[in-house]
């Protein structure tokens, strides 16, 4: 499968702490994006990061990307409970434009 | 406006139904997308529409059959569903940069 892993499955934290999500891929890519989704809802677009960057910042989320390991981390900085959804990377290959591969995802529990 | 908006939000029929999810968006976005989703799962692509030509079919059942009237619609027939095709049915739209704006879904049940 081509489907990207993400670890951990789940994470709980509490307010105002950090939480880190990895997401490792399997193929050359031309960006690698992060969704959010809350429960049944659909999916929001946090931050898009090009093959060519290795850092990027978006208020308190920061997501880097490492090429020569297929792998990507999303930072969110003091975390509020508002922050609890679920969070996907996803990626496009280099030939197949407009087919986006999700992880299989990191659900992020922050208790106020 | 940068909605795309997905009716009806939620969905119930039978395996003989023949029903029809739909899609819009505003923002001239030339591609557009229908993803599967189960409980605890990523999205799954099923169909991705550019400049309102099918592009990408990822060998999905023809139970389902999608339609792009124009650049702004996008529809899912359904006919003969199966009881584990219940998800949700989540419609997305891009423009070249690739991010992807998703809809909020149509949670359907196949009774």
């Known amino acids: 499968s081509q489907q990207g892993e993400e670890d951990p499955q789940a994470l709980s934290i509490q307010e105002g702490e950090n939480a880190t999500m990895n997401c490792s891929y399997k193929?050359?890519?031309?960006?690698l994006q992060w969704y959010r989704q809350n429960s049944g809802r659909g999916l929001v677009h946090l931050i898009l990061?090009?093959?060519?960057?290795r850092e990027k910042h978006s208020g308190r989320l920061r997501v880097t990307l490492d090429t020569s390991k297929k792998s990507s981390s999303l930072l969110i900085t003091a975390s509020r409970a508002a922050d609890t959804a679920s969070y996907f990377c996803?990626?496009?290959?280099?030939?197949?434009?407009?087919?986006?591969?999700f992880g299989q995802g990191t659900i992020l529990t922050v208790h106020p | 406006d940068t909605e795309v908006t997905q009716t009806p939000k939620h969905l119930v029929m039978g395996m003989t139904n023949k029903k029809s999810l739909k899609c819009e968006q505003h923002?001239?976005?030339?591609?557009m997308y229908w993803y599967k989703q189960k409980a605890k799962k990523p999205p799954e692509l099923m169909f991705v529409?550019?400049?309102?030509?099918?592009?990408i079919n990822e060998s999905v059942p023809s139970r389902f059959s999608p339609e792009c009237p124009n650049s702004s619609l996008l529809n899912l027939h359904l006919h003969a569903l199966q009881p584990e095709d219940s998800a949700l049915y989540l419609c997305?739209?891009?423009?070249?940069?690739?991010?992807?704006?998703f809809g909020e879904g149509s949670r359907l049940t196949v009774l």
């Open positions: 997305a739209s891009s423009q070249d940069t690739g991010e992807l704006f």
């Open positions: 193929t050359s890519i031309n960006n």
């Open positions: 990061i090009r093959s060519n960057e």
């Open positions: 996803a990626y496009a290959g280099g030939t197949s434009y407009g087919k986006l591969t």
């Open positions: 923002m001239g976005h030339r591609a």
């Open positions: 529409y550019s400049y309102e030509k099918l592009s």
